[in-house]
């Protein structure tokens, strides 16, 4: 299985930037996927997930998260970013047919996710 992320970047504070993640090897249409940040000196973190049908979390009003079923790519909307999202980010993928009882910060991640991308920068300028 591989995920490959893309779309990184720097970025003045108030930009937006779009995060791609294209998934080979797996059923991508039957998986749970994710974005997760680590920030310097921080855990990882849940930022957004989405389910096969469309349900999702969002870990604010300023990120989007969204799947191409026909394309196998997952994608992050990230809006009027802050210093405080400079972080890699990183996609994940729930083996087919995986089914958390929910999705979310409280989820241990091995609950939603087997499979990670290496990760895309992000940095934000003040």
């Known amino acids: 299985v591989q995920l490959v992320e893309s779309g990184g970047g720097l970025v003045q504070a108030g930009g937006s930037l779009r995060l791609a993640c294209v998934v080979s090897?797996?059923?991508?249409?039957?998986?749970?996927m994710g974005w997760s940040r680590q920030a310097p000196g921080k855990e990882r973190a849940l930022v957004a997930a989405i389910v096969p049908g469309g349900s999702t979390y969002e870990a604010n009003d300023r990120f989007t998260i969204s799947r191409d079923d026909a394309r196998n790519t997952l994608y992050l909307e990230l809006g009027s970013l802050q210093s405080d999202d400079t972080a890699v980010y990183y996609c994940?993928?729930?083996?087919?047919?995986?089914?958390?009882?929910?999705?979310?910060?409280?989820?241990?991640?091995?609950?939603?996710?087997?499979?990670w991308g290496q990760g895309t920068q992000v940095t934000v300028s003040s």
């Open positions: 090897g797996t059923t991508f249409s039957a998986s749970v």
């Open positions: 994940a993928a729930g083996a087919p047919d995986k089914r958390p009882y929910e999705i979310g910060p409280g989820v241990p991640e091995g609950e939603m996710f087997d499979y």
